[in-house]
């Protein structure tokens, strides 16, 4: 793949994302709808970032792991309803919840089909989802946080040869950085987002963690992305009022990620010579 090629895979969603947020600003009129412009750009950002090497998914999909941008696409829908809603907009609680199940029923990747798997893919998406930002988390923390989660994980994917989801997730990751950017730039309401996210976390690391075919032990690496979430918003909940908690939450998230990307690269056996000439 051309060096031309892979900044298309990944600017032309970034470039979608922006557009949309920039065309929200101008046509949102009330703050209950303020939430829907990021979020809509999220969402049609991760169809462009999926369709520009897959193209259109269908269903069923002709591949397991489109499983991740249907199941994705169905908490999106909802999450762009909930600010319709002022009752609905609020619970964000219930919000995971849904978005856990949804996401627990409809993905199938390889060797998570048991009901214990089920249940742990469900608690992943509660936690990383209300993690990524309640009660005095801002916003461009969660993006930031959600572009180091998936920059680590697309580092992962490139280690476990899979290509696909290592530029998926790295075009995400730049969509994070530029709603970050955006956000920064003009503070916006941004609820029910953090749902889409979180589901874009954790069917990457469980994408990740199905196609790996390295031994039981390495492939644990996938789950450090995940468990830095809740470690983060927790250190930033017990040092905001020592005003370093935002800091102290980032690095979290990023100590746990070099873990994961250096546990990846030791773990990962190096090829001969010989072997290498056979697989390429």
Known sequence: MSPIEMAQFVGIPVAVATVLVFLSWAMTTTNRREPMGAIVALGIASFVAFVLQEGIPTLPPAQKWHWLILSLFA???????YP???KWDEMIVLQAIIAGVLVSVLMQFPAQQDLLFRVLIFVMVLFVSLG???VTVPAWHMYLVVWMLLAGISILALQASFAKLAF?????SAVSAALCVLQLWKPRVTKSIQ????VIVVGSSMCGFAYDQGEAAQRMVWFLPLLSVPFSALAYLLLTKKKFGALASLGTVVVFIAFAVLWSLYTTPIM???YARMVL
């Open 132 to 134: 990524l930002r309640r």
């Open 195 to 198: 749902m889409v996210l979180g």
């Open 272 to 274: 001969d010579d010989e």
């Open 75 to 81: 908490v999106w829908a909802l999450a762009c309803i």
């Open 168 to 172: 998926f997730t790295g075009a995400m």
């Open 84 to 86: 319709c809603f002022k």
